[in-house]
Structures are given as structure tokens and as C-alpha cells.
């Protein structure tokens, strides 16, 4: 009888032995399954497929559109030249100079300038356009000259022969009215007067001679006396910028636009020694950008090729 109860609590604690051991397999089983699984959420949430950045999207973005100032296809300052972002062209009627100006026709885009006797310009850097005004033989037809010669074919082309009056370094009144009559002009050291020497006439060949007479004695110093002063604000399509003397230098205002503000930009365009063709000048403070506006003018004025004191903004009087 002894001996059954030894085998029995001996069997019975084989059995709770190996039950503990069982239920501490399950256990660690569980504990097991429950790390898989949680392993197995993790490994789901890190592998869910994310949409790539292109790095270089962001900078895009946020960059802003360079504008374009040069339109090649256009044949004229109004079409070739663009407007500031937020300006807009002063508007001309359509008989005024400046709509004669920003409707005067240019040469293709991209030309370089050209001196009078066919060669190229040393400097090809100043400028951004250039005009297809005729340039009169021989080393005449300078910065002055370019100046009174596109108000001189304005006037020609309105058939206002009697605006056209330019001035000697003299003071002697060159009066295209008088030309056309055949009367011609006799300079003897500071003595000029008028004689008849021609036929009566209009044609283009005429004005040409004229001109030629005009450019052989005036300069920059009759273009300065023949013009009064005007402010920034009051700049308009004609107006030039000057310093008379030997050598001086003058350039034109060749187009003006504003804003809402009523700021003003202006593009400036040029002759220069040796003779050569009229062209648009580039603004030295931002190349890529030809309009100079008020109010970045200070004084000096740098242009590409000379600088201008302050006061020597002058509207001609013709």
C-alpha cells in the first residue's frame, strides 16, 4: 500500500512537472507570437511605399521666372523691346514723334553697329539695338548729328519743313524752309549768310544736303543752347541727356513707359565718334535689363560710354 502512494505521488508530480513546463512553452510561444506579430506590424508600416521628392521641384517652385526684355522678331522699338513687369508704354498719337520714334524701323536683331565707312564698331557691347537710319558719307553724322537728324526726318515726313531750324555752334540759324527753296549757305570764318545756289526742291537728296550742311557746323554745343532743362519726373519721348563741348556727348530718351505708381523707365539710344548708325543703348546697372528707370537715376548718369552730370537732362525747343 505504501509503495502504490510512492508511485502515485511520484506520477502525479511527473504530471504537474509537466504541465508547468507546458504552459511556460505556451507561454514563451505567445509571447513569442505576440513579439512577431508586433515585429511584423512594424515591418508593414516601414515598408508602405512613400512618393519621392525630386529635390530639385521645391526650387522650381519658388524661382522666379526671369523676364525676357528682347523680343528677336520684332522690327521696331515698341515690338523688339518689352516692357517692365507692371509698366506699360506711355501712349503717342499717331502723327507725334514719339510714335514716329517707337515705330521707327530697326535693323535685324543681333547687328552690330557699323561706322560710317562700313566697319565695325570697336566696342559691339554697349548697345541692343540698332536703328536702320542712313548715316551721310564721311565722319559727320555723330552723336549731335544722330539726335537732329531723327527729328529733321520727322519733320520731313510730316511735311513740317518749317520746325526744322537747327543751329550753328555760330548761332546761325539753319532754316530748312529756305533750303528748299534753293538757297544755300556761305560760311566764312564766323561770318554765314545765305545766297541762292539751287533749283527749288523736296526730294530725299535735298534734305540729305541739308543735313550735311547742319552736321559740318553744328555740335553738341548749338544742341545744348537750342534746349532748356527739364526734371526727371516730367521725362519724355525727344528729351536728352548732354554735355556740350569738344569733345561732349548727347543721348536720346528713344521710349518711356510707367507704372502704377507713376514711376517712369526710359530707354536711351545714341551716335558717337567716329560717325556711325544710331543704336539702343544697354543700362550699365543691369545689362540684361536696357530700361533706365527714375529711381535709380542718380547723378553722375553712367551710360555704356559716358557719364552725365546732373542738370544735363534738356528737351530741344523745336
Known sequence: MMKYRKIVTATLLVTMLMYASGCKKEKESNVLDNKKQENTTTIFET???????????????????????????????????????GFERVHHKKNSFGYFLENYHLCESG??????DGSKKGNQNAH??????????????????????????????????????FHFVNGFSC????????????VSGNQTQWYQGAEAETSKESLESYLRMVFSYGSTLSLEQESEIV???????????????????????ADVCKNQNGE???LLAQGYMPAQQFHI?????????????????????????YIFEEGSLRRPAY
Open 111 to 116: 547687328q552690330p553697329v557699323y561706322l560710317y
Open 47 to 85: 515598408e508602405q511605399p512613400q512618393t519621392k521628392i525630386d529635390p530639385t521641384e521645391e526650387v522650381q517652385s519658388t524661382k522666379a521666372v526671369k523676364q525676357e526684355y528682347i523680343n528677336e522678331k520684332g522690327n521696331c522699338i515698341k515690338d523688339r523691346i518689352l516692357v517692365p513687369e
Open 231 to 253: 526734371e526727371i519726373e516730367d521725362i519724355q519721348v525727344g528729351d536728352i541727356f548732354i554735355k556740350g563741348g569738344s569733345p561732349g556727348h548727347v543721348v536720346m530718351v
Open 281 to 305: 543703348l544697354k543700362n550699365p546697372l543691369h545689362e540684361e535689363n536696357p530700361w533706365y528707370y527714375q529711381s535709380e537715376i542718380t547723378y553722375p548718369l553712367d551710360t555704356p560710354e
Open 264 to 266: 517712369k523707365a526710359f
Open 128 to 165: 541692343v539695338a540698332v536703328f536702320s537710319m542712313d548715316v551721310v558719307d564721311g565722319d559727320l553724322q555723330q552723336c549731335a548729328d544722330s539726335v537732329i537728324r531723327m527729328y529733321a526726318e520727322y519733320f520731313y515726313e510730316q511735311k513740317e519743313y518749317q520746325r526744322m531750324q
Open 175 to 186: 532754316e530748312y524752309e529756305k533750303w528748299r527753296q534753293g538757297m544755300r549757305v556761305k
